[in-house]
């Protein structure tokens, strides 16, 4: 019930192209969904992240999409870069201590 | 969000020596502070929950004895590998917590272990 599912593992997006990741949880506890990118050799940074009082939150380029019944999110990547190659990381919490999904490698091509 | 540091950012030793990790809270005063391992290619795993002048609570499989967390101050947690070995080679980070839930990460050690 602490497990957070992520998919694709990876993901090929062209340039100018949407790239979607899609997390699943169990436990309706949760109650904040962070999205964290990192790139290699270097900490994850918080990007965006939802509570599940809204059904879906943007920052530029990035949105969350929030199910609360199905107890699914996911991140949108609008108009992709190559700069936005990196890996992806969900989570949830409900107190303090987050479970982390198993991360998507995103490849952006020129 | 807050900014942490992290030093040194990579650390090669020799098998059986001890190497110490620290974990700095540049702008915010941290309560809780977090140190997680990653392998290559994988998830972030959760080691330790560091909590300013108490003792660390380890997660289920982590050898207490053999990482040594210390939070001594709001600003600073720091890791300890006693005599590390190959297979504690890892990518170790630390984040702190917000009073939101939120989670900042350093940039991460890479420790690699002869």
């Known amino acids: 019930q602490q497990q957070v599912k992520q998919s694709p593992q990876s993901l090929i997006v062209q340039k100018g192209g949407i790239s979607i990741i899609n997390c699943a949880y169990e436990?309706?506890?949760?109650?904040?969904f962070p999205w964290y990118q990192q790139f290699p050799g270097k900490g994850p940074a918080l990007l965006i992240a939802i509570r599940p009082d809204v059904s879906e939150k943007k920052e530029g380029r990035f949105t969350i999409s929030f199910n609360k019944s199905a107890k699914q999110f996911s991140l949108h990547i609008m108009d992709s870069q190559p700069g936005d190659s990196a890996t992806y990381f969900c989570?949830?919490?409900?107190?303090?201590?987050?479970?982390f999904g198993t991360g998507t490698r995103l490849k952006v091509l020129a | 969000g807050a900014v942490v540091s992290q030093h040194p950012s990579w650390v090669i030793c020799k098998s059986g020596t001890s190497v110490k990790i620290e974990c700095r809270s540049l702008d915010f005063q941290a309560t809780t502070m977090f140190w997680y391992r990653q392998f290559p290619k994988q998830s972030l795993m959760l080691m330790a929950t560091?909590?300013?002048?108490?003792?660390?609570?380890?997660e289920q499989g982590v050898e207490k004895d053999k990482f040594l967390i210390n939070h001594a101050s709001l600003t600073l947690s720091t890791l300890t590998v006693t005599s590390a070995h190959p297979e504690d080679s890892s990518f170790y980070i630390c984040s702190l917590s917000t009073s939101y839930n939120e989670q900042f990460f350093g940039p991460g050690t890479r420790l690699t272990v002869l």
């Open positions: 436990n309706t506890a949760f109650d904040y």
């Open positions: 989570a949830a919490t409900g107190t303090y201590k987050y479970i």
């Open positions: 560091s909590n300013e002048g108490s003792k660390a609570t380890y």
